[in-house]
């Protein structure tokens, strides 16, 4: 499959810190770049997404920014609370190979109260 | 609508053993995907339906993987044989269209001893 990095693996925060969560694709054709949430034992949920028009989208306290000039993209968490702590994975969409998704590895974000 | 409903939510095999994991996508949905989540690999995709028609299976680890869409509301991935590294969670997801947000089911554990 195609290919999307992830960065950090982990990440442990104190509450009300920022978090901040990078990822890389490697087809320039990709269009679509969601964020999902996994708690502990649940399913995998959309928090926020980004179309490559965009350069840069808010919904309160998370933001996605995109850099389609280097193929990353990155998710931005503010103010963070305990309820915050889950594995969140950014994905891509391969338009030439028929607009499925390839999810990064996950990082998994700990906020500390 | 029920969302995506997976089932069973948890089977435990014996390795040789033939497994049948069942999804049923949301009215109207026209894409499925199935996944497999371990913690070595996350999530990995395995194969994509468009209009019940397979359009990606570069995914399916071997020919002991295959998946099927005989229609609009109803998907089955099969395992023969089983195996224990096949042990995980297996999601299935669908979405409107491509691309767009996955709506994921609750996953089946798999447990092959």
Not at chain 2, 68 to 81: C, E, G, V, Y
Not at chain 2, 89 to 112: I, K, W
Request: hydrophobic letters at 30%; aromatic letters at 10%.
């Amino acid at each position: 499959g195609e290919n999307v990095e992830q960065h950090p693996s982990t990440l442990s925060v104190q509450e009300g810190d920022s978090a901040v969560i990078k990822c890389t694709y490697s087809d320039s054709a990709s269009n679509y770049f969601p964020w999902y949430k996994q708690e502990l034992g649940k399913r995998p949920q959309l928090i926020i997404d980004i179309r490559s028009n965009v350069g840069e989208k808010k919904d309160q306290r998370i933001a996605v920014t995109l850099n389609k000039t280097a193929k990353h993209f990155s998710l931005h968490i503010t103010e963070t609370q305990p309820e915050d702590s889950a594995v969140y994975f950014c994905a891509a969409s391969y338009p030439n190979t028929g607009n499925q998704f390839y999810f990064g590895t996950g990082t998994s974000l700990t906020v500390i109260p | 609508d029920a969302g995506v409903i997976q089932s069973p939510r948890h089977e435990v095999t014996e390795m040789g053993q033939e497994v049948t994991l069942r999804c049923k996508p949301i009215s109207g949905h026209n894409s499925l995907f199935w996944y497999r989540q371990t913690m070595m690999r996350g999530l990995e995709l395995l194969i994509y339906f468009n209009n019940n028609v397979p359009i990606d299976d570069s995914g399916m680890p071997e020919d002991r993987f295959s998946a099927k869409m005989p229609n609009a509301s109803f998907s089955t991935l099969k395992i023969q044989p089983s195996e224990p590294r096949d042990s995980a969670v297996y999601f299935c997801a669908s979405s409107f269209s491509a691309p767009g947000e996955l709506f994921f089911g609750e996953g089946s554990r798999l447990t092959v001893l």
